[in-house]
């Protein structure tokens, strides 16, 4: 199936460190996620993006998160500062649309440890 | 607000059997979209087959189908003839018609025995 690759799939950083995740989605694609996965849990929803701009974000996502996907290049997600609690896996996703174009495609994941 | 529900935890079966994974649903909406996705040892999260609510006819893909009772909310996937490498997590998943959220379940572990 198509396919969203992550860059890095692992990052270990020290608390309170800024952070970088880089997804590259897939190439027709024009809605992008973030998705938090905790060990052993379920993937929560962060934020999805479209046009430039958040549509939609849940709690999860603080204020020291923001993302952007500047000029049609890689869809990051920026933490700063970190903290011990944001050490999950964070998987980005991208679909074509919304309705019935709304498959959501994800990456590998990214890894990120908050030492 | 959307829930999706997993109550079955793991499942154990042997191989080339038939397995069932249930999982029941929560929407105001008349109109939305249901998910099943696996997620292997690896992590790697791979989308299997989706329901259109609108749809009266299961869907089917390959060794998968689905199991859509609309007026008890739920969703179950058949897997048929399962194999060793069916082994993962499988993710029940949801998102409402034009909403920008997909909002999974708790996951339901399958082990295939030889």
């Known amino acids: 199936g198509p396919k969203v690759l992550q860059i890095p799939s692992h990052q270990i950083i020290d608390m309170g460190q800024m952070v970088t995740l880089n997804c590259d989605p897939v190439?027709?694609?024009?809605?992008f996620y973030w998705y938090k996965q905790i060990l052993g849990q379920q993937m929560e929803f962060l934020v999805n993006?479209?046009?430039?701009?958040?549509?939609?974000k849940s709690k999860l996502f603080k204020d020291q998160f923001s993302v952007e996907r500047p000029d049609g290049s890689y869809f990051t997600l920026k933490i700063q500062p970190t903290a011990l609690e944001d050490s999950a896996v964070y998987f980005c996703a991208s679909s074509l649309g919304l309705g019935i174009q709304n498959t959501l495609y994800f990456g590998a994941g990214t890894r990120l440890s908050v030492l | 607000a959307q829930k999706v529900t997993q109550t079955q935890t793991s499942i154990s079966v042997m191989e080339k059997t038939t397995v069932t994974m249930d999982c029941v649903y929560e929407t105001q909406d008349s109109s939305y979209f249901l998910f099943w996705y696996k997620q292997t040892a690896s992590g790697e999260i791979v989308f299997l087959i989706r329901?259109?609510?609108?749809?009266?006819e299961n869907a089917t893909v390959g060794h998968y189908s689905l199991n859509f009772q609309k007026p008890k909310s739920s969703i179950g996937l058949i897997i048929t003839a399962t194999q060793i490498e069916d082994s993962a997590v499988y993710f029940c998943?949801?998102?409402?018609?034009?909403?920008?959220?997909?909002?999974f379940g708790t996951g339901t572990s399958l082990l295939v025995d030889p």
């Open positions: 329901q259109d609510s609108y749809k009266k």
């Open positions: 190439s027709n694609h024009l809605y």
């Open positions: 993006f479209y046009n430039g701009k958040v549509m939609e």
């Open positions: 998943a949801m998102r409402e018609d034009m909403g920008y959220k997909l909002t």
